[in-house]
């Protein structure tokens, strides 16, 4: 494999993992409060808690 190739998968491989770790970070933050966010329908017949 030559210096290129191996340098466009290493650059691949970390934004793929950037955006594993953006995708966990972010589904942490919002598991405790997910029950914060209507869905279209709830809105639109006025969901009562």
């Known amino acids: 494999m030559n ?3 191996k340098n466009r998968l290493w650059v691949v491989c970390a ?3 950037g955006l ?3 995708t966990a970070l ?3 933050a919002l598991r405790a409060n997910i029950d914060l ?4 329908g ?3 017949y006025g969901k009562r808690e």
Do not use: D, K, N, Q
């Open 3 to 5: 210096l290129r190739r």
């Open 15 to 17: 934004v793929l993992a």
């Open 20 to 22: 594993a770790l953006t």
């Open 26 to 28: 972010v589904l942490y």
């Open 37 to 40: 966010f209507y869905t279209p």
């Open 42 to 44: 709830e809105i639109l």
